[in-house]
């Protein structure tokens, strides 16, 4: 029975998102910024952006993306990782900055 509780709770228990309205549907997208390789700088951060066209719609779970609307028909949610100081590696016949980030996102 807790099980059962476990998996299944009402909307407005925390941590679940409402149902989407009557005729729409929900897309997530999930994902990870894993490191960056090859940069010409000691410390960097990712910025990021995701378009969609504007009959799509961001649920805002995240507080840290910035939802951007503009006229030109796309809604834009954008956000920024956080520093990494990358270390020297080697790649190929040469050293290269690699910076680790392990930085998930989702829309």
Same mark, same amino acid.
Request: hydrophobic share 30%; glycine share 0%; charged share 35%.
């Given at each position: 029975m807790e099980l059962r509780?476990? !998996?299944i709770t009402s909307s407005n228990q925390a941590g679940y998102?409402?149902?989407?309205?009557?005729g729409k549907?929900?897309?997530t997208v999930m994902g990870e910024i894993v490191s960056a390789v090859g940069f010409?700088?000691?410390? !960097?951060?990712v910025f990021y952006e995701m378009l969609a066209t504007e009959s799509w719609e961001f649920d805002d779970f995240n507080s840290y993306d910035t939802v951007v609307s503009d006229n030109s028909g796309m809604n834009m949610r954008e956000s920024i990782t956080h520093f990494s100081r990358g270390t020297i590696r080697p790649y190929g016949d040469h050293n290269v900055?690699?910076?680790?980030?392990?930085?998930p996102f989702d829309f």
């Open positions: 509780e476990n !998996l998102a409402d149902p989407p309205p009557e549907e929900r897309v010409d700088r000691k410390d !960097l951060c900055y690699v910076s680790n980030f392990s930085f």
